[in-house]
């Protein structure tokens, strides 16, 4: 009986185990998405607050002014969705663009740093030392022949 259960869970068990591909959708689409959330809550609210302002009796008029408060909410909510979605997308383009200015300023880097390290060494002197005009100085600071 276990043995059975074993061989009929074993690859749903398998299966499960797999890797999983996220099933997100892109940033552009969640922008239009909640930018179009936001345009049909906000007539929605247009439409509930002239039928509000409409309404004939004071019950009316509070339940239609309810209605409308409440999507007014909902616009301001899809408002802020929107904006977030918004947010990420130019937080993705921003992230692009440092990247991409990363690689670009990576050769000058790379010579900054170089010059660092030439500057940190000591200078080879081709001037005479007090030995005489004819000795040069041999102190070896560099890999220069003539410093040796």
Not at 28 to 33: F, G, I, L, Q
Not at 55 to 71: D, E, K, N, P, Y
């Amino acid at each position: 009986m276990i043995r059975c259960a074993l061989l009929l869970l074993a690859p749903l068990l398998l299966a499960a185990s797999g890797p999983v591909q996220p099933q997100g959708e892109t940033l552009d689409a969640a922008v239009e998405r909640a930018r179009a959330e936001q345009a049909a809550a906000e007539v929605e609210a247009q439409r509930l607050e002239q039928v509000a302002a409409n309404a004939r009796g004071a019950a009316a008029r509070l339940q239609a002014q309810q209605a409308a408060a409440a999507q007014a909410i909902e616009a301001a909510e899809a408002r802020i969705t929107a904006a977030d979605a918004n947010l990420r997308l130019v937080s993705a383009a921003t992230e692009l663009r440092r990247a991409e200015l990363r690689r670009e300023q990576q050769p000058i880097a790379a010579l900054l740093s170089g010059l660092v390290v030439m500057a940190q060494r000591p200078r080879c002197s081709p001037l005479p030392t007090r030995a005489g005009p004819t000795s040069w100085s041999r102190s070896g600071c560099c890999s220069i022949r003539r410093c040796r």
